[in-house]
């Protein structure tokens, strides 16, 4: 069982393009959060999703930033006319539907470049 | 909130000395405390897991105890090595399904 992939690992954008995270979750799992990492900071809770559903985006930058965990395919942290402060390293982590779900599995990381 | 704190923010050791990383949080309803191990540039391992109905969780050199009362916990290392460097962040529920987490201790291990 392969762990939480995350594509791509390293990700450099120009001021003002649009960025795409992709998460595929663990087999079998349907929960799917996104964790944002500033340079010398902790890791900060964005957006917690589940299939075709938004649980809670709390976390979330009101503008520019949306997220989505279709029926087919990987969850997917979307990031428009990114700025400079938008430099980090951006997690996902996945929980199976009767687990606690505090006790997720976290993936590699995209690391995104804002130049 | 959950609110956690990690101090010191960095510590460096010779190898062969035990380490102890502190971590604490400010909610004690607590139901559980994870340690995870980041390598720059790297993602996170989880190194142990404690439930708020254990004192403490082994897992080979590691140690990780809770202290609910007190909202703290501490991760100990034995024998450090310099694999053993890099940083450490522990992490307490905020909710059902949220994670705090400190800043983090980054260990440097020279040989």
């Known amino acids: 069982n392969a762990g939480v992939m995350q594509n791509p690992r390293h990700l450099v954008r120009r001021r003002g393009q649009e960025a795409r995270l992709r998460c595929s979750p663990m087999?079998?799992?349907?929960?799917v959060y996104w964790y944002r990492q500033l340079p010398e900071e902790g890791l900060k809770f964005m957006v917690y999703?589940?299939?075709?559903?938004?649980?809670?985006e709390s976390g979330m930058p009101k503008e520019r930033f949306s997220a989505e965990f279709p029926k087919e395919g990987p969850s997917i942290l979307r990031i428009q006319q990114v700025v400079r402060g938008d430099s980090a390293a951006y997690f996902c982590a996945s929980s199976p539907p009767r687990a606690r779900r505090t006790e997720a599995f976290f993936g590699q990381g995209t690391r995104l470049t804002v130049v | 909130k959950q609110e956690v704190t990690q101090i010191p923010a960095a510590l460096s050791v010779p190898e062969g000395e035990n380490l102890v990383l502190n971590c604490s949080f400010t909610?004690?309803?607590?139901?559980?405390l994870q340690w995870f191990r980041q390598d720059p540039g790297k993602g996170l391992t989880s190194l142990l897991l404690i439930q708020s109905s254990q004192r403490e969780q082994t897992s080979g050199r590691l140690n990780a105890s809770l202290d609910k009362s007190s909202g703290r916990s501490t991760l100990y290392i034995a024998a450090s090595q310099p694999g053993d460097s890099a940083t450490y962040l522990c992490?307490?529920?905020?909710?059902?399904?949220?994670?705090?987490f400190g800043a983090g201790t980054t260990v440097t291990v020279r040989a």
């Open positions: 992490a307490g529920p905020h909710g059902d399904y949220k994670l705090s």
């Open positions: 909610d004690s309803a607590i139901y559980n």
């Open positions: 087999k079998g799992h349907s929960h």
């Open positions: 999703l589940q299939k075709e559903n938004i649980i809670d």
